[in-house]
C-alpha cells in the first residue's frame, strides 16, 4: 500500500446528527480531485504509474456512488486505463488482504458496517455467499442510535466505544439478542435501552450511561461473536475475518479474537483499514478484475471510442 488518503466528512454532517446525502455527493465532488494529488504525493508517484483505476459501484448513497464513478471514468478515459466498479462490501473483506498477504481463501468473514452485519463464506476470490444477515438494524446503525439516545452526537460508534471503556455491563445489563440460525436482531436492544432510560429519567447520569453503553455494546458484541462461533462449528475453516467499520470497536476485537482463538486464524484489518478507505476497494479490484492483469499496458479501447460505462447499483447485495 504506497497511499490511502481518507477525507472524512465527520464535521460536514455532524451538526446534523448524521449523513445528509446531498451534502454528502457535493463534497465528495468537491474533494476527490485534490485526493488525488495528496496520494500522488504520498506514493512518490505519478498518473503515468497507475496501470488500473478501481471504484466503488455499490452498495452506497447514489449521489455519492455516481460522483465516484463519474470522476473514475474521466480519469480512466484521460489516462487510457481499464476502470472497473467494485462491490464495497468486498471491500471490507479485500482490507484483510492488504493486512495479510498470504491470507486466502476459502474463509469466513463477519462484515460489519453501517448498513450490514453479514456473515459470509468465501470460497474463492470475487464469489461470496451469504449465511447469515441482520432481520433488522445493522450493528454500527444499532451503535449509533445508542450513541445518540446516551447524547453521544454523531458518530456514535467510535464515542459509545469510549464511553464503554469506562462502564461496567454487570451495572445495567440489557438483553442479549437470540434468534435461530445465523441471524440477527438488534432492534429490540435498542428498544430495551429507550426504555431503560425512559425508565431512569433523571437518574441517568454519567455513570449510569457510561453502564449502559458498556452493556449495549456487550449485548451486540456477545451476539455477532456468538453467530460467528456457530458458523465456524458448522463449518470449520482455517481463515476468519471480521472486517467493516463496526470492526474497530475494542470489545469485538478482544472477543473475536478469544473465539476464533485455537480454530482457525483470524485477521482483523487495522483500525483505519476497517472504516471505509480506498486502498480496499482497490485490493478488491486487483484480486477480483480480470482487466487488473492489464495493469502497465494500456488500454486499447473499441474503435477507439470511450470505455463501457460502469452501472451504479446504490442497494447493490454481496453479488
Ligand atoms: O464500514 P463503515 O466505515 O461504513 C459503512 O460502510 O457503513 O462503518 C461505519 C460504522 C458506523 O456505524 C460507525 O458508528 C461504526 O462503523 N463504528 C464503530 C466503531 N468505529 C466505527 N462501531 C463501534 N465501535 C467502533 N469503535
Ligand atoms: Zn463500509
Not at 48 to 75: M, N
Request: aromatic share 6%; glycine share 12%; hydrophobic share 45%.
Amino acid at each position: 500500500m504506497l497511499a490511502n488518503v481518507v477525507h472524512s466528512q465527520i464535521d460536514l454532517h455532524k451538526d446534523f446528527g448524521g449523513v445528509v446525502p446531498e451534502l454528502a455527493s457535493r463534497d465528495h465532488l468537491e474533494r476527490l480531485p485534490h485526493l488525488f494529488d495528496r496520494a500522488f504525493a504520498d506514493a512518490g508517484a505519478g498518473p503515468e504509474d497507475v496501470g488500473f483505476i478501481a471504484v466503488t459501484r455499490g452498495p452506497g448513497l447514489a449521489g455519492c456512488l455516481l460522483v465516484g464513478v463519474g470522476v473514475a471514468e474521466g480519469l480512466g478515459a484521460s489516462w487510457q486505463r481499464p476502470v472497473a466498479g467494485i462491490n464495497h462490501l468486498w471491500g471490507h473483506v479485500y482490507a484483510a488482504m492488504l493486512t495479510r498477504l498470504d491470507l486466502e481463501p476459502p474463509l469466513l468473514g463477519l462484515v460489519v458496517s453501517g448498513a450490514h452485519s453479514d456473515l459470509v463464506r468465501m470460497p474463492e476470490h470475487g464469489r461470496f455467499e451469504v449465511i447469515g444477515r441482520t432481520r433488522d438494524d445493522a450493528a454500527g446503525e444499532a451503535f449509533d442510535k445508542a450513541a445518540r439516545m446516551l447524547g453521544l452526537g454523531y458518530p456514535g460508534g467510535p464515542a459509545l466505544d469510549r464511553l464503554a471503556r469506562t462502564g461496567d455491563a454487570r451495572r445495567q445489563p440489557l438483553p442479549k439478542p437470540s434468534l435461530p440460525g445465523l441471524e440477527y436482531s438488534f432492534s429490540g436492544l435498542k428498544t430495551a435501552l429507550l426504555y431503560r432510560l425512559r425508565d431512569l429519567g433523571e437518574a441517568a447520569g454519567p455513570r449510569e450511561k457510561a453502564d449502559l453503553a458498556a452493556a449495549f455494546e456487550q449485548s451486540v458484541v456477545e451476539s455477532l461473536v456468538e453467530k460467528l462461533d456457530a458458523a465456524l462449528s458448522r463449518e470449520p475453516v482455517a481463515e476468519v475475518v471480521v472486517a467493516g467499520g463496526v470492526a474497530a470497536n475494542t470489545l469485538l476485537r478482544r472477543r473475536a479474537a478469544e473465539v476464533v482463538a485455537g480454530r482457525a486464524r483470524l485477521t482483523m484489518p487495522p483500525l483505519e483499514l476497517c472504516t471505509d478507505n480506498a486502498a480496499m476497494i482497490a485490493a478488491a479490484g486487483y484480486f477480483t478484475s480480470p482487466r487488473s492483469g492489464e495493469v502497465g499496458s494500456r488500454l486499447r479501447l473499441p474503435g477507439g471510442g470511450v470505455p463501457q460505462s460502469i452501472t451504479v447499483d446504490p442497494s447493490l447485495g454481496w453479488g
